[in-house]
Nanobody
Framework: QVQLVESGGGLVQAGGSLRLSCAAS????????MGWYRQTPGKQRELVAD???????NYADSVKGRFTISRDNAKNTVLLQMNSLIPEDSAVYYC?????????????WGQGTQVTVSS
């Protein structure tokens, strides 16, 4: 079992920056793909960025060049640095961990953290 706890959300003006952090419990962190997703009311949850166990990153087109995802396997944390924020980035951001542990596919979610960007 992996538990994920997000922090770092809040209110920021357009053009500002926020850094989200996700702390994971358990020893399987390093072998899992870690990602950040976001969701606004009435819309499906969408991928913002993810990072594989080997460090390969993937970003949604809407955040490329503005957001950076990173992971620290020694600390069991994944970060999302968000720069040049725009109001459209406002959403609840969720941390995700997924992958294969002992031939079993796992998919875990955090509780979410609110990001609000004012214009």
């Amino acid at each position: 079992q992996v538990q994920l706890v997000e922090s770092g959300g809040g209110l920021v003006q357009a053009g500002g920056s926020l850094r989200l952090s996700c702390a994971a419990s358990g020893s399987a962190f390093s072998i899992l793909t870690m990602g950040w997703y976001r969701q606004t009311p009435g819309k499906q949850r969408e991928l913002v960025a993810d990072i594989s166990s080997g460090g390969r990153t993937n970003y949604a087109d809407s955040v490329k060049g503005r957001f950076t995802i990173s992971r620290d396997n020694a600390k069991n944390t994944v970060l999302l640095q968000m720069n040049s924020l725009i109001p459209e980035d406002s959403a609840v951001y969720y941390c995700n961990a997924n992958g294969w542990i002992n031939y079993l596919y796992v998919n875990y979610w955090g509780q979410g953290t609110q990001v609000t960007v004012s214009s």
